[in-house]
């Protein structure tokens, strides 16, 4: 799936046969020109996947951006400028905003996790869980927002969670499947794997053979033992029941990551508004 691929389906969405509103009520000749507004303090994104949405519709639509994906906006801030035929303005308008909203709601919830990780060395994961069709876009707005992507998919990355070990049979029949099955295929690909106890991490020590341990609704204390075992020797993420106000716990007993589903998937859109003038 491709940003084209995405916005061409969602203006397909959109407008099947036609934009009938503004064809029956806008003369074809029109021109105009509209700005789009911060109504809400934010971080932009998806500025240049507006431009496209814009650009599929007409060609001859001038964009002209006035900020940057990313930056930090305040209410009454001016993001772009656009001049063109008033229907292909119109017909793009509502298709822009509910890519730019999502993703700027997503880059700025991101950036309030981020900014609760300042003096610590633990960096902020995304995780799987997204809108069908619209990972790729949210998991730049993640980056945007100053997070990381852990996995794209299920193709970029092994990743051995509890119902992979149960099916398996065990910790150490998972590990030594996925290094047979790495080794079939002549692939090489990071290896994570799930513990959600100590009897667990101890037994992915004894095996190894991995890049790095999630640990599942661990505590922070426990989280501080665990890392303390572990003493460097593979990457750890905290994962599970961690939110705004507990992440702080996390990032100071010293783990290297910490994916929050809910960077994707608990989002308030972004107050932005387009304006003809």
Do not use: W
Request: hydrophobic share 40%.
């Amino acid at each position: 799936m491709t940003i084209d691929t995405i916005i061409e389906n969602a203006l397909h969405e959109d407008i099947q046969d036609g934009d009938h509103s503004s064809l029956a009520t806008i003369k074809t000749n029109a021109y105009g020109n509209a700005e789009l507004i911060a109504k809400e303090k934010g971080i932009i994104a998806g500025i240049s996947v507006a431009k496209k949405v814009f650009n599929k519709i007409d060609s001859e639509i001038i964009f002209n951006q006035l900020v940057n994906d990313g930056d930090e906006i305040n209410p009454c801030d001016k993001i772009f400028i656009i001049s063109g035929r008033s229907i292909s303005i119109l017909s793009a308008e509502r298709v822009a905003l509910n890519f730019l909203q999502r993703m700027s709601g997503i880059a700025t919830s991101t950036n309030s996790y981020v900014q609760k990780l300042k003096g610590t060395k633990a960096k902020i994961l995304d995780t799987r869980k997204t809108t069908p069709n619209l990972r790729l876009l949210e998991k730049e707005a993640v980056r945007l927002g100053g997070g990381e992507n852990h996995r794209m998919g299920l193709y970029d990355m092994i990743m051995i969670k509890d119902n992979h070990i149960d099916f398996a049979g065990g910790i150490k029949q998972a590990i030594e499947s996925t290094h047979a099955y790495l080794k079939r295929k002549n692939k090489s690909m990071k290896i994570e794997i799930e513990v959600q106890n100590f009897t667990q991490l101890e037994e992915v020590l004894s095996v190894g053979r991995v890049d790095r341990i999630m640990l599942d609704n661990f505590s922070p204390e426990n989280t501080m033992e665990a890392v303390a075992i572990i003493d460097g020797t593979y990457e750890t993420e905290s994962s599970g029941g961690i939110t705004l106000e507990n992440i702080q716990d996390y990032a100071k007993v010293g783990t290297d990551y910490i994916s929050v589903g809910a960077l994707t998937h608990h989002i308030k859109s972004l107050d932005l508004s387009l304006k003809a003038f």
